[in-house]
């Protein structure tokens, strides 16, 4: 696969399913990709840094909310008390060049368009405007841009797009990389249940004795059996 390549086959993936607001039992259920609980405190982030495929939803999401996005090498499921209250994935396996990410945005951009999740910001920033901001010398080289928003109910989610390397930089060069480099990213949300289920998890803390003290991740889990 070439260096610019940002997406791969599927069918040849385990794939996790999962949502802002699911119960991390029914996302280990739903997926096809093997989580392993063991060892987890009950605050851990679960991070996969391998090719999987992605879809969000569940049998608890509204089906007009679901999505499918292309393969990625990394995504994260932010938890307190087994419950997932924030995901960030970059849908490609690769950093691609200038036009290859700009594509991808695009396609990202339509898949989210085409469910029920409501646009909130329309992207301020064109392709030509894009170019110019990356263009600038005075750009910092790992610089982001917003190039939309959605909403459903309390959950939020961005898409920006951002570069890892500057051809010619010092980090480019430490890192053996000739050329400019981009990633996709997008994040899904829902602060305030992020909120709730922090004070959940320092709730049970103190009652076992220190707020500061994490507990197993088990202690929710086996509550979700």
Not at 30 to 38: E, L, N, R
Not at 49 to 76: C, K, M, N, Q, W
Not at 161 to 182: H, I, P
Not at 183 to 191: A, I, M
Request: no cysteine; glycine share 8%; aromatic share 10%.
């Amino acid at each position: 696969m070439s260096e610019t390549s940002t997406t791969g086959r599927a069918d040849e993936l385990t794939v996790v399913r999962a949502a802002v607001g699911a119960r991390l039992r029914d996302v280990q259920t739903a997926s096809s990709y093997a989580f392993d609980f063991s060892g987890r405190n009950d605050n851990a982030d679960f991070i996969i840094e391998e090719p999987v495929g992605f879809e969000y939803g569940g049998d608890a999401t509204d089906g007009s909310l679901r999505f499918r996005f292309p393969p990625t090498r990394f995504l994260a499921l932010s938890q307190d008390a087994g419950v997932v209250h924030s995901i960030t994935t970059t849908p490609q396996l690769q950093r691609a060049d200038f036009d290859g990410a700009y594509e991808l945005a695009q396609r990202i951009i339509g898949i989210i368009d085409a469910t029920a999740w409501e646009r909130v910001e329309s992207p301020p920033v064109t392709e030509a405007e894009l170019r110019r901001i990356y263009a600038d010398p005075e750009t910092r080289e790992t610089a982001r841009v917003a190039l939309g928003r959605w909403q459903a109910g309390d959950a939020e989610m961005y898409l920006e797009f951002k570069r890892l390397f500057a051809a010619g930089s010092n980090r480019a060069r430490a890192a053996g990389v000739r050329e400019d480099g981009y990633l996709v990213e997008v994040g899904v949300s829902d602060p305030d249940l992020s909120s709730t289920l922090t004070g959940r998890v320092y709730g049970r803390r103190e009652a076992a004795g220190d707020r500061y003290e994490a507990l197993p991740l088990s202690v929710w889990l086996d509550e979700q059996e």
